[in-house]
T-cell receptor, first 117, second 113 residues
Framework: GAVVSQHPSWVICKSGTSVKIECRSL??????MFWYRQFPKQSLMLMAT?????????EQGVEKDKFLINHASLTLSTLTVTSAHPEDSSFYIC?????????????FGNGTRLTVT | RKEVEQDPGPFNVPEGATVAFNCTYS??????FFWYRQDCRKEPKLLMS???SGNEDGRFTAQLNRASQYISLLIRDSKLSDSATYLC??????????????FGKGTKLSVKP
């Protein structure tokens, strides 16, 4: 159980275009989902917390106008990288948990590898 | 001092070997600890939670030392399929987002035949 699916798995786009990444909880409802970014040989860093029916909460240093998050339903959150640039090339991963407990482990989507040329 | 530190490795071990990883954390108020496994270019997958009393799952044993602020992962009888990067993950207990896990950079394990 607790399966999180992410789509697409990889995408290559030209500089200046926008890319949308979907994150779905397949067998549970998630009022909250999380978006991370991982650069090569670096640890995962939380970008933002996606809240169903309300605005996302962004971590310090993450531009909310560049990384648009929409959490329209209890099973879907989307991250749109707007006007992507080569420095946005990274591995983007979402996560969620069926539990409301603060210390429950998270389940991760399969990740999206974005390459901006 | 970084919040979560791990030896990046790589640890190159033969099949059947026992290998141990340590991870230190800086926030003494941290309450929850996990080991995740991440294969190359894949998402992290939960390996096991780490409990104060220590816990074991098959060939894997996790321990927590609060006094010294470190957690460990022991893998016995290493298999080729254990080759991966092992991430130490800590939830700092200062509130904030549930997703605000603190990840170590990971320790790379390579098991050779």
């Amino acid at each position: 159980g607790a399966v999180v699916s992410q789509h697409p798995s990889w995408v290559i786009c030209k500089s200046g275009t926008s890319v949308k990444i979907e994150c779905r909880s397949l067998d549970f409802q998630a009022t909250t989902m999380f978006w991370y970014r991982q650069f090569p040989k670096q640890s995962l860093m939380l970008m933002a917390t996606s809240n169903e029916g309300s605005k996302a909460t962004y971590e310090q240093g993450v531009e909310k106008d560049k990384f648009l998050i929409n959490h329209a339903s209890l099973t879907l959150s989307t991250l749109t990288v707007t006007s992507a640039h080569p420095e946005d090339s990274s591995f983007y991963i979402c996560s969620a948990t069926p539990s409301q407990r603060f210390n429950s482990p998270l389940h991760f989507g399969n990740g999206t590898r974005l390459t901006v040329t | 001092r970084k919040e979560v530190e791990q030896d990046p490795g790589p640890f190159n071990v033969p099949e059947g070997a026992t290998v141990a990883f340590n991870c230190t954390y800086s926030n003494s108020a941290s309450q929850s600890f996990f080991w995740y496994r991440q294969d190359c270019r894949k998402e992290p997958k939960l390996l096991m939670s780490v409990y104060s009393s220590g816990n074991e799952d098959g060939r894997f044993t996790a321990q927590l030392n609060r006094a010294s602020q470190y957690i460990s992962l022991l893998i016995r009888d290493s298999k080729l399929s254990d080759s991966a990067t092992y991430l130490c993950v800590v939830i700092p207990n200062y509130g904030g987002s549930q997703g605000n896990l603190i990840f170590g950079k990971g320790t790379k394990l390579s098991v050779k035949p």
